[in-house]
């Protein structure tokens, strides 16, 4: 389903999980802070997608910063997304960047990166990183503060 402007259509009511990303609605409310640079974030730890080739799961922890413009992400909708890759296929590379391109798509955000740190399968890590737009001058930006994977050493 496309993303589409307008008032939340699921929050404050009961909305099945989507079956795939594609059929997720990501949708968006107004900024009341609109002329105020900021960063807004979400912290997902527990993102799961499927390995594309062999169906086993794959998990990771997403961090998604933006500086806001005109739209703040409703997060219903988020969870309702995220939680629709629990059945897909895809690289770490492709989830994580597709999920930042189509929040990036929907909101227009000054700024806007997703790090998606995923737990090891066959012994290695793979960290993804993605970002679009320029942090506006003066806002104050946190680490992600997610340790790299040291496994039991």
């Not at 259509?9 to 999980?17: A, D, I, N, V």
């Not at 961090?63 to 005109?70: C, F, L, M, S, T």
């Not at 998606?116 to 001058?137: H, M, S």
Request: hydrophobic share 35%.
């Amino acid at each position: 389903m496309a993303d589409e402007p307008g008032e939340p259509t699921q929050l404050g009511r009961e909305t099945p999980l989507p079956a795939s990303p594609s059929e997720a609605r990501l949708e968006r409310v107004a900024n009341p802070h609109a002329d105020t640079h900021y960063v807004a974030r979400f912290t997902c730890p527990e993102f799961t997608a499927l390995c594309p080739i062999t169906g086993q799961p794959d998990f990771a922890h997403l961090i998604i910063d933006y500086a806001p413009a005109d739209w703040l992400l409703e997060s219903k909708s988020l969870k309702l997304f995220l939680a629709s890759y629990r059945n897909h296929g895809a690289f770490h590379e492709d989830c994580t960047v597709a999920i930042g391109k189509r929040i990036a798509d929907l909101l227009v955000p000054h700024w806007l990166r997703i790090g998606g740190y995923w737990y090891p399968r066959g012994g290695i890590p793979i960290d993804v990183f993605w970002q679009t737009g320029t942090l506006p001058e003066g806002v104050w930006l946190p680490d992600q503060d997610v340790p790299p994977y040291r496994g039991r050493g």
